[in-house]
């Protein structure tokens, strides 16, 4: 079973920048970040395919946030610019973690990011 490992997160001000890193300890497919705030629930912010060719984001991060990765390694990174007090969560790596996956089957811990006003 793959394994997935974040790192990156902090406390930054508003206006600043972070990286999210999440370090895979095996072959991935498909991988995202999700964020989960306090009462909320957990939902995505960006995906990127296997090949790295195709991503998506959520509305309120586009333009600030951006997902890329690096298949040499098998990590995936979030760098977040222009961050928000409304950014302020905790930070999932997820992927599909075989070619027959039907979703997000395998996550990380999470990395608490906290931007303050």
């Known amino acids: 079973q793959v394994q997935l490992v974040e790192s990156g997160g902090g406390l930054v001000q508003a206006g600043g920048s972070l990286r999210l890193s999440c370090a895979a300890s095996g072959r991935t497919y498909g991988m995202g970040w999700f964020r989960q705030a306090p009462g909320n629930e957990r939902v995505l912010v960006a995906r990127?395919?296997?090949?790295?060719?195709?991503?998506y984001y959520v509305d309120s991060v586009k333009g600030r946030f951006t997902i890329s990765r690096d298949n040499t390694n098998g990590a995936v990174y979030l760098q977040m610019n222009s961050l928000r007090p409304e950014d302020t969560a905790v930070y999932y790596c997820a992927a599909y973690g075989s070619p027959w996956s039907g979703n997000y089957d395998v996550w990380g811990q999470g990395t608490q990011v906290t931007v303050s006003s």
């Open positions: 990127i395919s296997s090949s790295g060719a195709n991503t």
